[in-house]
């Protein structure tokens, strides 16, 4: 067996070991920065979601393979630059880093366009770190309903803790707000977190690492 297809049936192990049933989290594989001859075993082992984090690099390698195997869903993880929109919509069926409310504008626009809706996550920037994307929890609200105002398809919350933190807290956080928010779907946890954000009732891991191995 493939080591990458093994790793992945190892998390799926662990998950079920610690929890209930692995049916109930998604798992995506987040494949940025691999080339597809890397990501084919999973593929052809049936797996189903996949993570990038760049427009341009997930257009180069998942445009072909998203012909041939339609049931592939792909999970845009990264900043989306406004200019990218128009592509961004095209390629994923996830968007999990929505934080403005100029790009939730452009997002909707190119939607119409294009005639396709995407599932998509706010990214809360939870700990206020100046450098990192998403929303601030003041703003996240008035985000919320503007995105709601035009039919935006807000499926949950996604957070990246702090890298020097316990992400504990930051999930329960997040958990809350969904709750609170009326919303289904969870984005948080990562390679070197994933059991405490299931632990904290997420529906969706991002990994990568600890799949294909550490990038370079
Ligand atoms: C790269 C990335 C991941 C995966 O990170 P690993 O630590 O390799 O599991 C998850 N989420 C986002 C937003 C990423 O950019």
């Not at 998604?26 to 189903?48: C, F, M, N, Q, R």
């Not at 409310?101 to 997002?107: G, N, P, Q, R, T």
């Amino acid at each position: 067996m493939h080591k990458t297809v093994q790793n992945l049936i190892n998390i799926k192990n662990k998950i079920e070991e610690n929890n209930q049933s692995y049916n109930a989290i998604k798992i995506i594989a987040v494949s940025k920065t691999y080339p597809i001859e890397k990501i084919t075993p999973l593929i052809d082992y049936g797996h189903l979601d996949f993570g990038e984090n760049k427009v341009q690099e997930a257009i180069e390698k998942w445009s072909e393979v998203k012909i041939k195997k339609q049931k592939i869903k792909l999970h845009m993880v990264g900043k989306l630059q406004k200019n990218k929109v128009k592509f961004a919509i095209k390629i994923f069926d996830y968007i999990h880093s929505l934080d403005s409310i100029s790009l939730a504008k452009k997002i909707a626009d190119e939607e119409l366009k294009q005639s396709k809706k995407v599932k998509i996550f706010i990214q809360v920037n939870l700990a206020n770190e100046e450098q990192k994307s998403g929303i601030q929890l003041e703003q996240l609200d008035e985000l919320y309903q503007y995105a709601l105002s035009i039919n935006l398809h807000i499926v949950g919350l996604m957070c990246i803790p702090p890298e020097s933190e316990d992400p504990v807290k930051y999930f329960k956080k997040l958990k809350l707000l969904n709750d609170q928010m009326g919303l289904k779907e969870l984005s948080m946890g990562m390679s070197a977190d994933f059991m405490q954000a299931i632990e904290n009732q997420t529906t969706c891991i991002r990994v990568g690492s600890n799949i294909f191995g550490r990038r370079s």
